[in-house]
């Protein structure tokens, strides 16, 4: 089975967040470094959305798949699921929801032409190709990437990314997936209803692998991780009372899966994933609700008072968002007994750019830029904690020699393209009065 990380998943989420916009290509470089995703096409039928691209940082292929984000439209799928039964995945003995499957085609043939242009492009000849979806958008995810690897793309180059998707067909269906896709990832959340939808009794069988977060999706948090598609120890365990309660639907289907969703699981687990609200994320410069409150995982009770842990270095940082000059920002760091914040490799400095980014995420302000330790101190690149100089590749033009002696680093984050996030540059930050340039900081302290 393929690997997958943390980083990873993040980035594949974002991809599916895309998908919720009318301008995804302006979600996709928010989070590229050389902003160089673009949107090739893409379709709208009805409430349903499908975009296709390419993210040239990634070596990627991309095909995104919107889904549904209240209790209304899951019901009502599931509805549409019942009534139309299951139809034959083609050359094949599989059954899948004829809804889901029809639904997905029509979507598909709505970028066909674009996907198959990139896909053959020499330029793109060894690009993975992701499909991502969240909630309906994951049953189309999982059809399409299927339908590609077993009839047009080498399926060694699929790689096949879901975040609270239903169930889409019987267990010879999850079988022929599991068999055709090498790379499949299955993310589910807490009590998201959306996994057990339809139920088992219905003839419905998910596929594998599952990455299950029972609590917080929060940074650092383990997922329990399930090869097969249905398993107790994972997603599966709220499964029995939510499926009674659907199989005992007979009258009043709609306003009855109404009232099961609602009285045996979480929406709220279903909207969030890796600590993004899925609908508006992508929605950027207003003052809306992105992020959703997650707690982070791995080194609990260990940072002071309005610092945040990150659980693969152990450490603890904290945005102070008021801008200050450099000389202000070491005397704040040190009050705190930490210094401006060392960065040591691409998760941390991830980490570091998504931790400003969500103390302004549900505002307005949706770019700016913040102090980091790096230094010249004598013609040699220091940190301000004395840390090793391990990691300096994240300067804007690739030239850490933009650092002169009385220069300092400082790093972007971003809510919209072309905002550079997570990349650094230097300016004049020593002999400069009266104009002195002041920006936020990020502190760390070792624990």
Known sequence: MAQWNESLAQIWAL???????????????????????????????????V??????????????????????????????VWKKKQILFPDSTAKVSAY?????????????????????????????????????????????ATYLAKFYVEPEKIWMITFGQPRVGDKVYAQLHESLITHSYRFTHGRDPVPHVPTMNMN???????????????????????????DLACSDQIEAQLEECINECVDSLYKCIITCLAKYSSIDDHRCYFGRN????????????????????????????????????????????????????????????????????????????????????????????????LHNDSGNLTWDDDSPVDFKHKFLDGDEKLLDPEDCAYSHFGLKPHSYNGLWRSIKCENCQPNCPKMAVVCKIGV
């Open 278 to 373: 899925i609908g508006p994320y992508c929605i950027f410069c207003r003052s809306i609700r992105r992020y959703c409150n997650v707690t982070n995982c791995g080194c609990e009770n260990k940072c002071p008072k309005g610092y945040t842990c990150f659980p693969k270095t152990g450490a603890c940082y904290k945005v102070y968002p008021k801008p200050l000059t450099i000389t202000d920002a070491k005397v704040r760091c040190n009050g705190d007994g930490g210094n401006i914040v060392s960065i040591h490799d691409d998760e941390e400095n991830f980490f570091v750019s998504e931790l400003v980014a969500r103390s302004y995420g549900n505002l307005t302000i949706c770019w700016n830029t913040f102090w980091i330790g």
């Open 15 to 49: 991809t599916m967040s895309a998908a919720y916009t009318d301008k995804p290509s302006s979600c996709l470089n928010s989070f590229s470094d050389k902003n160089a995703c673009y949107v090739m096409g893409e379709f709208a039928w009805d409430k349903y959305y």
């Open 100 to 144: 889901f499957y029809n639904t997905s085609q029509l979507l598909f043939s709505g970028i066909r032409n674009e996907f198959f242009y990139l896909k053959n492009k020499p330029r793109y000849k060894d690009y993975q190709i992701w499909v991502t979806g969240h909630s309906l958008g994951g049953a189309f995810t999982s059809l399409i």
């Open 204 to 230: 419905y069988y998910h596929h594998g692998k599952e990455i299950y977060y029972k609590d917080s999706m929060g940074l650092g948090c383990e997922p329990i991780e399930c090869t097969h598609g249905e």
């Open 51 to 80: 975009y296709t691209g390419v993210c040239e940082e990634y070596k990627a292929i991309l095909i995104g798949f919107r889904g549904s984000v209240n209790p209304e439209e899951i019901a009502e799928e599931a509805y549409y």
